[in-house]
């Protein structure tokens, strides 16, 4: 298989994953009006995990305590 090929699928994998985590987590802070770790405990994830993850994709946690 070409490598250039395989890079590229591997990098629409990857893309299409974090795009999925990311959302995941953003309907788990919404449905916990940002409370991080009812948040983390609903995704059966530890509120260690689930910082770190926040802070990688970036995700403000205030918009979502303040309902907006």
């Given at each position: ?6 890079n590229t699928?591997?990098n ?5 994953v ?6 995941v987590i953003?309907?788990a ?20 995990i689930l ?18």
């Amino acid at each position: 298989m070409d490598n250039n090929k395989l890079n590229t699928e591997e990098n629409v994998l990857e893309r299409c994953v974090v795009d999925c985590e990311k959302t995941v987590i953003i309907h788990a802070l919404v449905r916990t009006k940002g409370n991080q770790t009812a948040a983390a405990k609903l995704l059966g994830t530890t509120r260690r995990i689930l910082d770190y993850k926040i802070h990688k994709y970036g995700i403000d946690c205030e918009q979502f305590r303040r309902g907006g």
